[in-house]
Structure formats: C-alpha cells, structure tokens
C-alpha cells in the first residue's frame, strides 16, 4: 500500500456494502480499526416490465444516444437482456448508439465488451453530462438515460427535453436499507463520540440512507457533530457533491481513477505522520 502501519490506532468507519471486505483489507494492512456498518444494498427492481420494455425497445429500434451513469446499471442491463433472449440484439445496438459515460465504472464494463466510450464526461457528475452536451444539437435525437438506481434525475432529464431530445430513462436497480436502523443509530453515536477517526463514504446513496435514520430518530444534530468531529472521505465529485449539500466538510479525496484502493491509500497518506 505504500503506507505500512500508517493508520495504527485509527477506526475507519465503512458505509459499503458490496466491497467492504476488499476495502476492509486495504485499511486493515495499513494498520486500521474498520468498523463495517453497510448502509445501501441493491437489489432488483420491484418490477422488471418497465425495464423489459426499455431493453425491447432499445435493442430493437436502437438510440442515437445512450447515457450510462454507473456500471452497475450497465451490467445489469446486460444480464436481464441476455435473460430475455435478446443479448445480442442489445449488443448490436450498443455498438451502433454513441456512448456517453460519467466516470470510469460503465466505461470500464463497455471495456470489458470490447467497446469504448464515445463521449467520457468530465467531471463525472450529472451536471457534467449537462455540459458536456450543452452546445451539441440534441433535437429529435433518441437518447436512452440509464439511472442511478431509481432517482429520475430530473435535472439531467430535463436539460435533455429542453434541448428537443426523445428521452427514454430505464432503472435496472433499486438501493435498499443493508443494515437496520439501530445499527445505523449505533454508527452515528460512536462518531458523536469521537471513537471514529474516520467515515469512508463511496456512494451519495449512503449519505441519503445516513440523513435518513439520523433525521427519523432524531438524532440529526449527533450526526453532524460526529462528522465534524471525523476526518470524512469521499469517493469522488458526486459523493463529495452530497456531502457539501448537507454542509458537511470533505477532508479526504482520492486523486485521478475513482476506485477503493486510490481512496484506502488518500486515508492513509492523510493521516500517516509526517
């Protein structure tokens, strides 16, 4: 890691869910405490027909444009086409769309398919995407929108309408609570209590689901204390986008690619001695 022991006697608090033994490791060979509470899971969506329609129509009639705002979106809408028996359709339309992607994760899935992307939006956020498109001459053209679980992205959708584009959003996920709320409660109080040093947040989701119990137990004022109390560690511009719009200071960002080793090695150069 470049940071041995570098974090000796520091907790780390880990809201991931999917990765959390992976980033777990990282910050335990580093000498770290890691307090593991997984806030958000994804899960299916609670029904597949609007998604079944959007993949029919996306691989059969095909888009001028298609958005992918997370890799996981576009791994899933692979699998359930390949399960609907029109993988290959879905592929041929992939190829023949221009693929817009905000940040490394879906182009790293067109990779793996052999496929790159036509247009990598910087900064990765949504209102990047917004101008990034914002002097292209979107009217009439068909542009799928592939979301962030089930957020309709108004903004983005908007800005598309308004430019006379024929937009088509598709959920192909929904995030779900991964820890009940007393274990999220537990969480708040240990960092109100200073036993934190730090609170490594990887997706926007986790500080909603955060806010959430914090605001429904009553407890909003413990949360905001014990944040700036922590050191607080964000996994790019859209994490770090959430955080700012709640008031909360963000300490820690990794540089350049936007992965779980970058942000474990940002913590421990932060916090190794100098």
Same mark, same amino acid.
């Given at each position: 890691?470049?940071?041995?022991? $570098? #974090? ?17 490791? !990282? ?11 997984? !806030?958000?899971?994804?899960? /299916? ?7 079944? *329609? ?10 001028? /444009? !298609?958005?992918? #705002? ?6 899933? #809408? !692979? ?8 993988? *290959? ?5 992939? =190829? ?8 490394? =994760?879906?182009?790293? @899935? ?45 903004? #983005? ?10 937009? *088509? ?11 009940? $709320? ?13 036993? @934190?040093? @730090? ?22 004022? /413990? ?9 607080? %560690? ?15 200071? @963000? ?9 779980? =080793? ?5 913590? %421990? ?6």
């Amino acid at each position: 890691m470049g940071h041995v022991h $570098a #974090l000796a006697g520091v907790t780390v608090a880990l809201p991931e869910t999917r990765e959390s033994a992976r980033m777990a490791g !990282l910050l335990e060979c580093a000498g770290a405490t890691t307090l593991r509470c997984p !806030l958000v899971a994804i899960v /299916d969506p609670s029904d597949w027909g609007p998604v079944d *329609a959007w993949l029919a129509e996306f691989a059969h009639t095909g888009f001028d /444009d !298609l958005i992918l #705002l997370t890799g996981e979106g576009l791994r899933r #809408l !692979l699998a359930r086409a390949r399960a609907q028996g029109i993988y *290959a359709a879905f592929l041929a339309a992939l =190829k023949n769309a221009r693929r817009i992607t905000r940040g490394g =994760k879906p182009a790293r @899935v067109l990779h793996e398919l052999g496929l790159t992307p036509d247009i990598a939006v910087s900064p990765p956020t949504s209102q990047g995407v917004i101008e990034t498109l914002r002097s292209a001459d979107l009217r009439q053209r068909r542009i799928g929108v592939q979301l962030y679980g089930t957020d309709p992205n108004e903004r #983005l959708v908007g800005f598309l309408n308004d430019a006379g584009a024929i937009v *088509a959003t598709v959920a192909p996920y929904a995030h779900a609570p991964a820890s009940d $709320a007393g274990k999220v409660r537990d969480l708040i109080a240990q960092l109100a209590a200073g036993t @934190v040093q @730090v609170i490594a947040f990887t997706t926007a989701s986790q500080i909603d689901r955060l806010w959430q119990i914090g605001v429904e137990v009553g407890i909003e004022s /413990d949360l905001r204390v014990g944040l700036a109390r922590s050191r607080v %560690a964000a996994m790019g511009p859209i994490v770090v986008e959430a955080l700012h719009a709640r008031g909360v200071r @963000v300490d820690i960002v990794p540089e350049g690619h936007f992965v779980m =080793k970058r942000l474990t090695d940002a913590i %421990a150069a932060a916090l190794s001695p100098r």
